[in-house]
T-cell receptor, first 112, second 117 residues
Framework: GNSVTQMEGPVTLSEEAFLTINCTYT??????LFWYVQYPGEGLQLLLK?????DKGSNKGFEATYRKETTSFHLEKGSVQVSDSAVYFC???????????FGKGNQVVVIP | DAGVTQSPTHLIKTRGQQVTLRCSPK?????VSWYQQALGQGPQFIFQ???????QRGNFPDRFSGHQFPNYSSELNVNALLLGDSALYLC????????????????FGPGTRLTVL
């Protein structure tokens, strides 16, 4: 089946630090990959996406590259801000199917 | 351009009751999907509606049912509520996969927080 695995546990870091959140996937078809962000008390917002191998999605200083050889889509940001504190979800959907499979999410806390 | 809207924002029910949640998709979208997000977990796919029919279904019991109206809005109904049904229910809209070239980005509403006592 289709599944997404995110690294365990919350991530706490200082403002202006480098952020990496790992995401790996398994898929029966050819997936599109997504990162969604959820701020406290809100729904999910699309952060970035990539639809084919070697594509790089980017938005608001965040980047992720679709790596088919390692089945990964790690999220990175070079210098985080307090306003980046949120829960980040990696997700996939398979071609021809708009059904999303999500990872468990990572809580990111940025300390001033 | 209005995004995805959901109502109500919060809801409190008791075990055994029934609940109806509502969703209006983003303008131009024709497909609505529903997800359940338990506390501290990622969203789980419940089902998807297109052309007023259920197109796909996740691993949820028949107590969960839905409907899509001609204007593409949708309802999620849950019967015989259990304590474990307490969650944030998210609605997402998109274009049907065939029309969007195989896959389409889903846009989420703010969710309905359901508490079952």
């Amino acid at each position: 089946g289709n599944s997404v695995t995110q690294m365990e546990g919350p991530v706490t870091l200082s403002e202006e630090a480098f952020l990496t959140i790992n995401c790996t996937y398994t898929a029966t078809g050819y997936p599109s990959l997504f990162w969604y962000v959820q701020y406290p008390g809100e729904g999910l917002q699309l952060l970035l996406k990539a639809t084919k191998a070697d594509d790089k999605g980017s938005n608001k200083g965040f980047e992720a590259t679709y790596r088919k050889e390692t089945t990964s889509f790690h999220l990175e940001k070079g210098s985080v801000q307090v306003s980046d504190s949120a829960v980040y979800f990696c997700a996939l959907s398979v071609y021809g199917n708009n059904r999303l499979a999500f990872g468990k999410g990572n809580q990111v806390v940025v300390i001033p | 351009d209005a995004g995805v809207t959901q109502s109500p924002t919060h809801l409190i029910k008791t075990r055994g009751q029934q609940v109806t949640l509502r969703c209006s998709p983003k303008s131009g979208h024709d497909t609505v999907s529903w997800y359940q997000q338990a506390l501290g977990q990622g969203p789980q796919f419940i089902f998807q509606y297109y052309e007023e029919e259920e197109r796909q279904r996740g691993n949820f019991p028949d107590r969960f049912s839905g409907h899509q109206f001609p204007n593409y809005s949708s309802e999620l109904n849950v019967n015989a509520l259990l304590l474990g049904d307490s969650a944030l229910y998210l609605c997402a809209s998109s274009l049907e996969a065939g029309r969007s070239g195989g896959t389409d980005t889903q846009y989420f509403g703010p969710g309905t927080r359901l508490t079952v006592l």
